[in-house]
């Protein structure tokens, strides 16, 4: 599976953003989709998360901003970025989980790098 992240680039503190990360090649059975971000410094941390059941999952920080979503017609993740802080600046990266339980495999995109500016 080879994953291409887009979408980042220099916003606007309170500006909007969305990052796609699109799959290629051996897609099927791919269960979770996720988006990551590192901060210059930082640890990656997640950002969101989509199961293969639809659910998601935010960080506390993103809650009520950011919006992951699939459409599993392109095998492309989204992540919808509104009301943009500075502390939203890092590398996102995107996550996908082939299989479930044990036998997982995971794949990482390259990272789109988002700069909020306040």
């Known amino acids: 599976v080879q994953l291409q992240a887009f979408g980042g680039g220099l916003v606007q503190a309170g500006g909007s953003l969305r990052l796609s990360c699109a799959a290629s090649?051996?897609?099927?059975?791919?269960?979770?989709a996720g988006w990551y971000r590192q901060a210059p410094g930082q640890h990656r941390e997640l950002v969101a998360v989509?199961?293969?059941?639809?659910?998601?999952n935010y960080a506390d920080s993103v809650k009520g901003r950011f919006t992951i979503s699939r459409d599993n017609a392109k095998n492309t993740v989204y992540l919808q970025m509104n009301s943009l802080k500075s502390d939203d600046t890092a590398v996102y990266y995107c996550?996908?989980?082939?299989?479930?339980?044990?036998?997982?495999?995971?794949?990482w995109g390259q990272g789109t790098e988002v700069t909020v500016s306040s």
């Open positions: 090649g051996s897609t099927f059975s791919i269960n979770a």
């Open positions: 989509t199961g293969g059941g639809g659910n998601t």
């Open positions: 996550r996908l989980q082939k299989g479930v339980g044990p036998a997982s495999s995971y794949y």
